[in-house]
């Protein structure tokens, strides 16, 4: 009969049938093969070889169930190490993230300052409202104007950050409020646009005087760069009024 030890399904369900002839006359729950939930019937390789073999009565150890180590009490049981909370703002900023987490707040109220660093903070915050009434302008809009003016605003966000930049270096502070801004008066599309196009002339002339009081080649080189910057918007917004006209 040890030639006959059943490792597969099918062998184990010819040696219930031949254990069942073996057991005949006794109780079905001296039979070690019962079905099951946890095992689907079967029992281990390694029972059945001990049932085969052993020759008192009663389960042998191994195909009895295996019972789980008691638990200690929770009095002894070590304790178990919390994940530590992070701080009510959030995560700390990763290694290697943009600004290594030292960036100010939004914008820091300036004390004092020359005439340069008050004509920077007022050359960001005019980028700033330029950009906001791009957006707004842009929502009066359809088509291709809408994403003319929608331009139009990127290349004003672009300028004031650069500007935002360039007074930080300047004092050690960062100047970007964002949240002072409020909705512009647009009482019409086209007063709109002859509107903003006067003030992108006016923003022309500023740059190139503020220009003046500067020798840093960088700074000389950005004022430039957005003093033509103006007057291809003029020229953008003039398109925009002549297409309109027909």
């Given at each position: 009969m040890e030639d006959m030890i059943p490792c597969s399904l099918k062998d184990q369900e010819v040696f219930q049938r031949v254990w069942q002839r073996v057991m005949a006359g006794r109780g079905e729950a001296s039979s070690p093969i019962r079905p099951g939930p946890a095992d689907g019937?079967?029992?281990?390789?390694?029972?059945?070889?001990?049932?085969?073999?052993?020759?008192?009565?009663?389960?042998?150890?191994?195909?009895?169930?295996?019972?789980?180590?008691?638990?200690?009490?929770?009095?002894?049981?070590?304790?178990?190490?919390?994940?530590?909370?992070?701080?009510?703002?959030?995560?700390?900023?990763?290694?290697?993230?943009?600004?290594?987490?030292?960036?100010?707040?939004?914008?820091?109220?300036?004390?004092?300052?020359?005439?340069?660093?008050?004509?920077?903070?007022?050359h960001v915050m005019d980028a700033l409202e330029g950009w906001q009434f791009y957006r707004h302008l842009a929502r009066r809009a359809r088509g291709t104007d809408a994403r003319a003016l929608n331009a139009l605003a990127g290349e004003l966000h672009k300028h004031a950050r650069k500007l935002s930049a360039a007074y930080f270096l300047l004092t050690g502070l960062r100047y970007w409020p964002t949240e002072v801004l409020g909705a512009p008066a647009i009482p019409s599309y086209w007063g709109a646009l002859r509107a903003r196009h006067q003030a992108e002339q006016r923003q022309e002339t500023a740059f190139r005087l503020a220009a003046d009081d500067w020798e840093d080649q960088e700074m000389l080189a950005l004022y430039g760069e957005l003093a033509d910057a103006c007057q291809q918007r003029c020229r953008r917004l003039r398109a925009l009024l002549e297409q309109g006209v027909g």
């Open positions: 019937g079967d029992v281990s390789c390694a029972c059945l070889k001990a049932l085969v073999r052993q020759e008192q009565d009663g389960l042998p150890p191994v195909c009895l169930p295996q019972e789980e180590e008691p638990q200690p009490p929770a009095a002894e049981r070590p304790p178990v190490e919390e994940a530590p909370v992070p701080p009510a703002g959030g995560l700390p900023p990763q290694e290697g993230s943009g600004w290594g987490g030292d960036l100010p707040s939004g914008w820091e109220e300036p004390q004092g300052g020359d005439d340069r660093t008050v004509r920077l903070r007022s």
